[in-house]
Structures are given as structure tokens and as C-alpha cells.
């Protein structure tokens, strides 16, 4: 079992908005603003997408989004495009002893 | 151009020892953190320990403390992930990462840099 909880899948069509949550505790998500989103194509290295809760490194689409409420951080996805279907990951410190922990991952599909 | 190259696939019996390499070129990488993330066959990332190559300092995940030694050879910009007995648990993907930094900042949980990965099977 994963230490950050994401949906196992989700889905949208070409155009449209989709969220992918990502819910852990106050020792993680809740307690730094150091959550960060992968994209993952299979048979494909993750790729950064968002850092820092809501940073974008050079290069990445402002369609993509992140956010954070809580213990729940959230990855959105406007305008989707074919080429966004992957895997997403969200991961997060997690503090000095523990460090960096991962979501369970979701499945984005494209209609 | 930065690049992570990782060594290649293994194929390992239960009980073996292995090291695996991620050799960096490309920007200075004593002064970068490297990470060691697994995925498993099927399975989600799983973060398992980091090191600072100008001085080896080193963190592991408490899931992999033991299990596990992450190292690096300055001379070569090369940083190691090595295993003392393998177990077929250990089938997985391992990747290597470099930690995201700007100018100005350097960024927990953030990895801007991959290596293709290393596919490692243990299997009697």
C-alpha cells in the first residue's frame, strides 16, 4: 500500500478538464508544500511536472496544474490532448526521517 | 546536455550480489543530489534512498534501510545502487534521478533528470 492515495484511473476527452487527487497526512502532504506531480509514459523514465505544489519547470504546458488543500493535493489536466494519456504520480516529503513517499499512481485515459 | 546513462539489464539468481550504476555527464555532478527510485513489475514508483556526491552523504527510505547501499565515485560522476544477497522481491526497474535545483533553489521530491532505468530479474 502506497503512502499517498490517488484514484486508480481516470479519464476525459480530448478537450476537456480532469483532476487527479492525491490525499496523505499532515506528516506529508499536509505538513510541506513540497508535493510534486510525475508523468509516465510506459516503458518510459517519469517525467517532473509540477514541483513545489503548483511550480512548472520550463518546458511543461500550462495546462498542466497543481494545488493543495490540506492533506489532499490535486494535479489538473485542461485542454487534454492524446498525448496526455500516461501514468501520473504525485510524491511528497515527508520529513527527515521518512524523506520522500509516492502515490499509488493513476491512470489517465483519453477517450 | 545532461544525461543520466544507467547500466544494463541483470539477471540474477537468489542469494547474488549486485551493483548497479548511473553514470552523469553533462553539468556538475558532485553538487547535484541523486536519487534511487524502484518500480516494480506493473507496480507504482517507490522512492529508496538518496546521496550528495561531494561528500557521500547519504538518506535511505526506512523501507529500504539495510536492504540496500546507495554510493559514489566522484572521479567517474558516477553514483551505485547495490544489493549484498538478492531476493526474487527485488525483480524490478531502478531507476536514477537527479534532484531538480535552479540557481536559486534546490527542491525536496522534485527530480528533473531520469536515467532510461535498469531492468534487474532475480529468478532461480
Known amino acids: 500500500q502506497s503512502a499517498l492515495t490517488q484514484p486508480r484511473s481516470v479519464s476525459g476527452s480530448p478537450g476537456q478538464s480532469v483532476t487527479i487527487s492525491c490525499t496523505g497526512t499532515?506528516?506529508?502532504?499536509?505538513?510541506?508544500?513540497?508535493v510534486s506531480w510525475y508523468q509516465q509514459h510506459p516503458g518510459k523514465a517519469p517525467k517532473l511536472m509540477i514541483y513545489?505544489?503548483?511550480k512548472r519547470p520550463s518546458g511543461v504546458p500550462d495546462r498542466f496544474s497543481g494545488s493543495k488543500s490540506g492533506n489532499t493535493a490535486s494535479l489538473t489536466i485542461s485542454g487534454l490532448q492524446a498525448e496526455d494519456e500516461a501514468d501520473y504520480y504525485c510524491c511528497s516529503y515527508a520529513g527527515r526521517y521518512t524523506f520522500v513517499v509516492f502515490g499509488g499512481g493513476t491512470k489517465l485515459t483519453v477517450l | 546536455e545532461v544525461q543520466l546513462v544507467q547500466s544494463g539489464a541483470e539477471v540474477k539468481k537468489p542469494g547474488e550480489s549486485l551493483r548497479i550504476s548511473c553514470k552523469g555527464s553533462?553539468?556538475?555532478?558532485?553538487?547535484?543530489?541523486i536519487g534511487w527510485v524502484r518500480q516494480m513489475p506493473g507496480k507504482g514508483l517507490e522512492w529508496m534512498g538518496i546521496i550528495y556526491p561531494a561528500d557521500s552523504d547519504t538518506r535511505y527510505s526506512p523501507s529500504f534501510q539495510g536492504q540496500v547501499t546507495v554510493s559514489a565515485d566522484k572521479s567517474s560522476s558516477t553514483a551505485y545502487l547495490q544489493w549484498g544477497s538478492l531476493k526474487a522481491s527485488d525483480t524490478a526497474m531502478y531507476y536514477c534521478?537527479?534532484?531538480?535545483?535552479?540557481?536559486?533553489?534546490?527542491?525536496?521530491?522534485?527530480?528533473?533528470?531520469w536515467g532510461q532505468g535498469t531492468l534487474v530479474t532475480v529468478s532461480s
Open positions: 513545489d505544489v503548483s
Open positions: 534521478a537527479r534532484r531538480y535545483c535552479t540557481s536559486t533553489s534546490c527542491y525536496l521530491g522534485s527530480y528533473d533528470y
Open positions: 499532515s506528516s506529508d502532504v499536509g505538513g510541506y508544500d513540497y
Open positions: 553533462g553539468y556538475s555532478f558532485t553538487t547535484y543530489w
